[in-house]
T-cell receptor, first 113, second 117 residues
Framework: DQQVKQNSPSLSVQEGRISILNCDYT??????FLWYKKYPAEGPTFLIS?????DKNEDGRFTVFLNKSAKHLSLHIVPSQPGDSAVYFC????????????FGTGTRLKVLA | DAGITQSPRHKVTETGTPVTLRCHQT?????MYWYRQDPGHGLRLIHY???????DKGEVSDGYSVSRSKTEDFLLTLESATSSQTSVYFC????????????????FGPGTRLTVT
């Protein structure tokens, strides 16, 4: 059973609007989360992280929100740009506190010009 | 730039042949990982290493072995390739670069596309 789930395989958003990518997890002990962006024929690129002691972390146009009670995190991209079109993966440190991660299946974001 | 290279970048091989993929890093990081990426499965951990000659299995290790005789190189071997091992393979290293204290993120190489016919 998948412990980290990205239930939306794809998402389309107009340029300039907000993109919201969602990720759910099952283990309440997960304590560190990562988001990656992946372009075709390239390796995933680290975007932003969040620790379970926080509920928000921002880096430029990217903000990650963590709702521990719902076991849910989301990545907000504002404003969305055509160059943001990629596959986005969330990941959780598993076992908690280690340097190993378990990844979701990814969401393909398409930003329409 | 995390200084990770993978070779070869593309390979086509026949069922039953051995295949070795190489991951090379230039920054002396302790932790290295091999993943495979398949449609509908995301990234799945095959093996990882926490130092020279220290390795352990990941989620999908059957049919794969690894070796790390030098800090900078982590080799993934398919002893007898099967069609189910057709995939894109990514190497990653782990270190802290996000400002989140001592927690480590992972940084990925460009990938190797392997086709087993």
């Amino acid at each position: 059973d998948q412990q980290v789930k990205q239930n939306s395989p794809s998402l389309s958003v107009q340029e300039g609007r907000i993109s919201i990518l969602n990720c759910d997890y099952t283990n309440s002990m997960f304590d560190y989360f990562l988001w990656y962006k992946k372009y075709p024929a390239e390796g995933p690129t680290f975007l932003i992280s969040i620790s379970s002691i926080k509920d928000k972390n921002e880096d430029g146009r990217f903000t990650v929100f963590l709702n521990k009670s719902a076991k849910h995190l989301s990545l907000h991209i504002v404003p969305s740009q055509p160059g943001d079109s990629a596959v986005y993966f969330c990941a959780a440190s598993d076992p908690p506190g280690t340097y190993k991660y378990i990844f979701g299946t990814g969401t393909r974001l398409k930003v329409l010009a | 730039d995390a200084g990770i290279t993978q070779s070869p970048r593309h390979k086509v091989t026949e069922t039953g042949t051995p295949v070795t993929l190489r991951c090379h890093q230039t920054e002396n990081h302790r932790y290295m990982y091999w993943y495979r990426q398949d449609p509908g499965h995301g990234l799945r951990l095959i093996h990882y290493s926490y130092g020279v000659k220290d390795t352990d299995k990941g989620e999908v290790s059957d049919g794969y072995s690894v070796s790390r005789s030098k800090t900078e190189d982590f080799l993934l071997t398919l002893e007898s390739a099967t069609s189910s091992q057709t995939s894109v393979y990514f190497c990653a290293i782990s270190y802290s670069n996000s400002g989140q204290g001592t927690r480590y993120e992972q940084y990925f190489g460009p990938g190797t596309r392997l086709t087993v016919t």
